[in-house]
């Protein structure tokens, strides 16, 4: 078989199984059964797409209703995925049920974030699987919220100290506590310089919640911040599905306008990067190829979002550098970053400054000694980009 040849059968079979991925995805989540798997799919690769975009629950149990299904072995490994989920969603539930308590107590007041908030637009809670429970507080309240999650049995991770999210352990319970919502490199980082304005007290004391358009926007500017980067899966666009079909009649679509323009002026880029509104756009599309038709349809950004998995490939992120200054450019800021950037890896930074070209220094050479294979790989990558990004909406068949 020439090479063209297969790379055309490979795409064929990817498509294949990604509309039945999908398929069963929102046979389950609209409590419907599926029609059974055609005979051109695979499910090795449905279970693979399951598993990339962590959504292996779901489309578990979507197969668990079909008459024709997989072979015992790979059910079997599909069912422990799918086992793992629940006993992942339960202990997440307890820890922040927990939490939830240690704020009250303690008067300090928090702010959850992304899948802690999305989980509810899910039949199961289950269902949206999250791989670390995120929440906002005050830097001014994070000394005293630190001390009570230790006591808790919370490992802190110093690492994570001059990052705008700090890092907690405990067993399989994962914690990042913002003290900002957004990276120090992220556009849209001013927008949210008064963060509880754009949130309402909730059932629980202490804990506020973003009002409903504001949920929406942070969703969207996580969202975009992701897929303009190194990609973002299948999840992302099914959570705002399940937001956009629960939520509809609430939105004020006169306040998300008027807050997507504010923000996009504070975030906006002379590079060319994609607008929170085309990001709607977007969005939207992907909706609607996907759950606003009798059946799933895909185009070429689907299959991206697809290959991509939920958090993505690294060389999109080197790609798209690469496409927007070059070669060169791009050398030159991996090999000297940003000082806000570096103060994430060296915290110590935060405090002496003057450090910053021997934290240079010392980052070279530890990627030499240490980290060659990861050199190699983005070499290898760099060398193959393109000078221009290629960007195609056309349906594929």
């Known amino acids: 078989m020439s090479e063209h040849r297969e790379e055309k059968v490979k795409r064929e079979e990817f498509v294949a199984a990604s509309r039945y991925f999908l398929q069963l995805v929102r046979s389950e989540l609209e409590g419907k059964t599926a029609e059974e798997k055609p005979t051109d799919v695979r499910w090795e690769n449905v279970y693979a797409l399951s598993r990339i975009h ?3 629950g779901i489309v578990y149990r979507a197969v668990k209703r079909l008459q024709n299904q997989p072979q015992a072995d790979l059910l079997e490994q599909w069912e422990r995925s799918y086992l793992m989920n629940v006993y992942v969603d339960v202990e997440q539930s307890a820890a922040w049920e927990e939490i939830k308590e240690l704020v009250a107590e303690s008067g300090i007041t928090v702010l959850p974030l992304k899948g802690l908030r999305l989980k509810s637009l899910y039949p199961e809670s289950f269902m949206r ?5 995120d929440i906002f507080c005050d830097e001014k309240d994070f000394p005293a919220f630190k001390k009570k999650l230790i006591a808790a049995g919370y490992d802190y991770h110093p690492k994570s100290a001059a990052h705008y999210h700090k890092v907690f352990l405990r067993g399989n319970v994962y914690l990042e506590i913002h003290t900002s919502l957004l990276p120090v490199t992220s556009p849209f980082r001013e927008y949210y310089r008064n963060v509880w304005d754009k949130t309402q007290p909730s059932e629980e004391k202490n804990v506020r919640v973003f009002t409903r358009e504001h949920e929406y926007l942070f969703l969207l500017i996580h969202a975009l911040k992701h897929f303009s980067e190194q990609g973002s899966g ?3 666009i099914v959570d705002f599905a399940l937001f956009s079909e629960k939520y509809a009649g609430e939105l004020d679509r006169t306040i998300v306008d008027r807050e997507i323009a504010a923000a996009d002026a504070v975030g906006a880029s002379a590079d060319g990067e994609e607008s929170l509104a085309e990001f709607e756009s977007t969005v939207k599309e992907q909706i609607g190829l996907w759950f606003g038709q009798e059946t799933v349809r895909t185009d070429d950004a689907s299959l991206k ?10 060389e999109n992120q080197i790609e798209k550098s690469v496409a927007k200054g070059g070669k060169k450019k791009y050398i030159l800021a991996r090999l000297f970053p940003k000082l806000s950037f570096m103060r994430t890896e060296f915290p110590v930074l935060a405090k002496f400054p ?3 070209p021997f934290c240079w220094l010392w980052r070279l050479i530890r990627v030499v000694l240490f980290r060659r294979k990861k050199l190699k ?14 960007k195609s909406g056309k349906e594929t068949k």
């Not at 699987?129 to 429970?133: A, E, F, H, Q, Y």
């Open 129 to 133: 699987v999250m791989s670390d429970l």
């Open 305 to 314: 979002i697809l290959s991509d998995g939920v958090y993505g490939k690294k």
């Open 54 to 56: 962590y959504m292996s």
């Open 354 to 356: 003057f450090l910053y």
């Open 234 to 236: 299948a999840r992302t």
């Open 377 to 390: 790989d983005e070499l290898r990558i760099m060398n193959e980009c393109k000078k221009e990004p290629t």
